[in-house]
């Protein structure tokens, strides 16, 4: 595909002749417009350009004046001319500095148009035949923007950045600004309050001339994490992109087993399993978004039960505003710490402590079929008696039955939220083999009939069916 840039300071002239042809039948995609010389230039630079379609008549640089300098910088990118003029001078001239052809605008038209088209590109594929491909371009100097919060506003960026600075969107939500040079920072140390509370100004640099592409798949991809993870005081003035190379760098099969070996929450409950979850955490720079999302659904699920519920309010609140790893560090802590006072209160010890949070996962995990607490106990390795007692001091003071049974109510009350499966399908899913004794439960339960509370909801469920 050629991709083709458009150059004519009248914007009206520039949509028309966009308009005018399906240019992807030719093989030429459109990847921008230009208003005049100079954007042109920075659009060349920015990105590969194969053809440009560069209007002679325009104030401040000429057409002609562009098509030299795009030539001696960028000597890949072919010219065709657009023009009112059907005078051989000025066809003459642009043929000089290299234009490959030239089409009179007011003779364009819809009936003439795949006729000039397929000449052009005819034209572009003998002047480029046996060329080598255009070097990648390399990325020398740019401003990155890491947003601080959830919902950063990218039109803040744009409101504040100079007129002539453009922006692109990475990975994980991050903006990157291209700059000519090392002299080309200064606005990031003016940039207002308003769009530093939202956004994380970062000057990138590489001095070995990374491709551009490699570097805003680099940056995309690992700038958040580098960033949480490190002290903002040492954070450098401007950051080298070597340095977001990670050297220990897990495939996502890694993560995955690691997360979920982390649900059995024993990093919570031994201090040899929070030395190495820590460790974990830290080497592999897991991406912030994942850790919060996981700290947030674990904070969800077990704050009653390890005696987090005056906490977890404020937990689930405060999460996503931790900026750095530091204070997350710190919270997960105090969090290990309130497990070892539940743990002392229930007179439990670790190991009972860990086989209990087992016994909940399983049960969680088995809710569909039938499940007795002969058959949990002898899972976690504990005989029936003494899983007894210790369950009921875990669970607050319930009986085995009934935690397994809110458990079940809690999971129909998510499925019956957020699918349109029928009462009989999530009665099923959940344990219960007659659909009017879980209805009866779940009113019991939460006061509401299971087809009530979805029509409350708006769910679009067709209920009972």
Known sequence: MIKALVVDDEKRVRQGFISLANWSSYGI??????????????????????LMFVDISMPGMSGFELIEQARERHPWTKAVILTCHHEFDYVQEALRLGAIDYIVKTLLNKNNVDETMHRIVKRYAWETRGASAPPAKAFRFGAAFCP?????????????????????PLEQGLWLAPMPGRAGSEWIRDLPAYVTAEWQPVRVTSASGMPQSEAEALIGSELASYLFYRDPADV??????????????????????????????????????????????????????RL??????????????????????????????????????NAMSKAALLVQQRMSELSLSREV???????????????????????????????????????????????????????????????????ELSVREIANRVGFEDEKYFSRVYREKMGILPTEYRKSLGAGGEGSR
């Open 29 to 50: 995609e459109i990847a921008g417009e230009a208003k005049d010389g100079l954007s042109a230039l920075e659009a060349l630079g920015s990105d590969r350009v194969d």
């Open 148 to 168: 601080l919060k959830p919902g950063a506003r990218p039109d803040l960026l744009s409101e504040a950045l100079p007129p002539s600075q453009t922006i692109r």
């Open 236 to 289: 450098p003035d401007a950051l080298e992109l070597e340095e977001l190379k990670r050297k220990n760098s897990p495939s996502e099969a890694e993560l995955d087993a690691a997360f979920e070996s982390w649900k059995q929450l024993r990093w919570l409950i031994f201090t040899e399993d929070w030395k190495q979850f820590i460790e974990r955490i830290e080497e592999w720079r897991i991406p912030p978004q």
């Open 292 to 329: 919060r999302r996981f700290l947030t659904e674990t904070a969800a699920e077990w704050s009653g039960l390890l005696g987090w519920e005056t906490e977890n309010e404020a937990f689930a609140r405060e999460i996503a505003e931790w900026r750095h790893w530091k204070p997350l560090k």
């Open 353 to 419: 402590f860990a086989s209990l949070v087992r016994a909940v996962l399983y049960m969680k995990e088995q809710m569909g079929r039938e499940l007795n607490q002969d058959d949990v106990a002898r899972r976690v390795g504990m005989s029936r008696s003494y899983f007894s007692q210790c369950f009921k001091r875990f669970a607050g003071g319930e009986q085995f039955g009934d935690a397994l049974r809110k458990m079940r109510i809690e999971r129909a009350r998510e499925l019956l939220g957020r699918t």
